[in-house]
């Protein structure tokens, strides 16, 4: 697989947001993003197999279902990006049913390295497939796969496993209407969105009995010691998993169990926690069928079909640009 990579200081971009997050006044906060770093993209593959978080299996289930459908409802000639491939897993189903019709051009976008090889070592023995990775934000990676296209090809755009749900509900709209922007009408979207359930339901899959996903926001923590030479010590922060009700939201926090201090010399930065005082990592919002259909036009989009997993609600969402 050829990949793109850009020579860009991820280290400096990290130090000064881990900076500016932990020295705002009011909710300190860290981006989630930065959660996805190896260890933290290991144990979110765990995570995806505990029998209580059911996002990444609905998703699975309804793209191996659904693939033969989604294929006649999205006319070729094609070109695939797909916006955080992880390990392209569950892209497998969908891929095979494209190839199936025309020689397909896949293009993964994703910050991670590690994540890009596992993609193609997992994906490329399909046949009349041809995938070029790009290690690229996703806005910027979508400009050059557009970039790329034939006359005549089409831009299917793949963004699942309802990533989307980190974002508020301006920030989705507002990506939705960036990657609109990129896109021709007629070029369609598949979006990947997990819908509202039950508060204990939610609160099990965010802080699960074996404690991965304590671990995976940990390490987030670990990470900042890794790379920005931190002396936070991780006995002294707890997982948090809160509900926000009128986000309709679920928020993860790392909250201190007593006063300290912690010096991160990498950001220049010395931060001091009250006890209970809490770092927000990361928010995932939670939709109804409705809504969704309702974000999508205000970015541009009409929303074709939606396909709903029972066991697990979570909707695949064929959107397509106007
Ligand atoms: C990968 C962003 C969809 O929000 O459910 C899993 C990440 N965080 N457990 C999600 C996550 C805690 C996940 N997404």
Same mark, same amino acid.
């Given at each position: %697989? ?19 997050? @932990? ?6 906060? $860290? ?57 392209? &897993?569950?892209?497998?189903? @969908? ?10 051009? /896949? ?5 991670? &390295? ?6 193609? #070592? ?9 995938? =070029?990775?790009?290690?690229?934000? /996703? ?5 050059? =796969?557009?970039?790329?296209? #034939? ?6 755009? @793949? ?43 939610? @609160?099990?899959? /965010? ?37 926000? /009700? ?5 928020? %993860? &926090? ?6 300290? %201090? =912690? ?38 989009? &009409? ?14 969402? $064929?959107?397509?640009?106007?």
């Amino acid at each position: %697989m050829l990949v793109h990579a850009i020579p860009k200081d991820a280290a400096y971009e990290f130090a000064a947001d881990v900076r500016a997050g @932990l020295t705002r006044a009011g909710q300190k906060e $860290l981006p989630s993003k930065y959660l996805y770093d190896d260890v933290g993209s290991a144990l979110f593959e765990v995570i995806s197999r505990l029998p209580e978080y059911g996002l990444t299996r609905a998703d699975e289930r309804l793209l191996r279902r659904h693939a033969r459908e989604i294929v006649e409802r999205v006319p070729g000639p094609v070109a695939i990006a797909e916006l955080g491939s992880g390990s392209g &897993h569950k892209t497998r189903w @969908l891929l095979e049913a494209f190839c199936r019709r025309q020689h397909t051009s /896949y293009y993964p976008i994703e910050l991670s &390295h590690s994540a890009l090889v596992m993609c193609e #070592r997992e994906l490329s023995d399909i046949d009349a497939i041809h995938i =070029v990775g790009f290690e690229r934000e /996703y806005l910027d990676g979508l400009l050059e =796969v557009a970039a790329y296209r #034939r006359t005549g090809q089409d831009l299917f755009v @793949l963004f699942l496993g309802s990533t989307i749900g980190n974002f508020d509900r301006p920030a989705g709209i507002k990506f939705l209407s960036q990657v609109r922007d990129i896109l021709r009408p007629g070029d369609s979207l598949l979006l990947g969105t997990d819908l509202e359930k039950s508060e204990s339901q939610l @609160l099990r899959a /965010y802080d699960d009995e074996l404690g991965v996903t304590a671990a995976f926001n940990l390490n987030l923590l670990a990470r900042v010691n890794r790379e920005l030479q931190a002396d936070f010590d991780l006995s002294h922060f707890r997982h948090v998993a809160r509900i926000n /009700y009128q986000a309709h939201s679920i928020e %993860m &926090h790392l909250e201190s169990t007593r006063r300290q %201090m =912690v010096t991160i010399p990498k950001a220049e930065v010395l931060v001091e926690f009250q006890d209970q005082e809490t770092i927000w990592t990361e928010s995932s919002h939670k939709y109804s069928a409705d809504g969704i259909v309702e974000i999508a036009r205000d970015a541009g989009f &009409h929303c074709e079909v939606q396909w709903i997993d029972e066991q697990w609600p979570f909707a695949e969402n $064929l959107l397509i640009a106007e």
